[in-house]
């Protein structure tokens, strides 16, 4: 397991008005998890969540107020601590985030994760979103738990509209993509038989825990790094719920 790094990044600036961008993303493909039992998880919670937790938006995926996906203010799966396979995918992950910033020679920030699952049946798609680019914006990912091979699109910010040169992933369960939020993606209509499960997150910097986040949202939005104390004054962990797998 180790990141393959991609980026858009241009030549040397020619001229004043010129745009300066580099955007940074890295694939891995994690191994000896049950990618479907976490899967199979998501999906038999499907129901419950759908009608007890609300919608607040689809974040741009076109999957509507009837997804798991619009409720990622209220549930974060990486919590889910009665699920070995969960633990040790958490632990995966982490491991790919150090290993990110350690070969950039970037100092990783404290760190929070908010995480959310995505649902698609065939013949949906995820439109193309981004997730962050406020001053605070940071890093996301996302991983292929169950589905048939498919493909996602990262694209070039600054030429998304106009020429778009995507950095495409072929998708196989375990299959993990980081990158900076600030990145659009997308995947295309899927076309598999069997349900496609993923789960998607954002690692959030403190700074941006204590400006954005409404006391509401708090419960699914978690220290995830030895870095990220925080008091309990600042961040309280808000109303408990009567649904046994959301912590
Ligand atoms: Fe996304």
Redesign the pocket.
């Known amino acids: 397991m180790s990141l393959k790094f991609w980026q858009f990044q241009n030549q040397e600036l020619q001229s004043p008005f010129a745009p300066r961008y580099r955007y940074i993303g890295a694939d891995a493909v994690i191994e000896d998890i049950d990618f479907g039992a976490i899967a199979q998880l998501l999906l038999d919670a499907e129901d419950q969540m759908l009608k007890e937790l609300k919608p607040t938006h689809d974040?741009g995926?076109g999957l509507g107020l009837n997804s798991i996906t619009s409720r990622f203010m209220s549930y974060n799966p990486l919590t889910w601590t009665h699920s070995e396979d969960i633990m040790n995918l958490r632990e995966k992950i982490y491991t790919l985030y150090l290993e990110f910033h350690k070969t950039l020679k970037i100092d990783r920030q404290p760190m929070f994760v908010q995480c959310w699952a995505n649902i698609v049946r065939p013949g949906q798609e995820?439109k193309l979103?981004?997730?962050d680019i406020s001053e605070y914006s940071y890093l996301?990912g996302?991983i292929l738990l169950q589905g048939s091979p498919s493909e996602i699109l990262y694209h070039n910010p600054q030429n998304a509209l106009v020429r778009p040169e995507p950095h495409r992933i072929q998708q196989e369960p375990g299959q993990i993509t980081l990158f900076q939020s600030c990145i659009p993606?997308q995947v295309p209509e899927y076309t598999g038989e069997d349900i496609r499960v993923s789960l998607?997150f954002d690692f959030l910097i403190r700074e941006y825990v204590l400006a954005r986040v409404k006391p509401r949202n708090q419960r699914c939005i978690k220290p995830w790094d030895m870095m990220a104390e925080i008091s309990l004054e600042e961040f309280d962990d808000g109303e408990s719920l009567e649904i046994p797998w959301i912590r």
């Open positions: 974040g995926t995820i979103h981004l997730h996301s996302n993606h998607s």
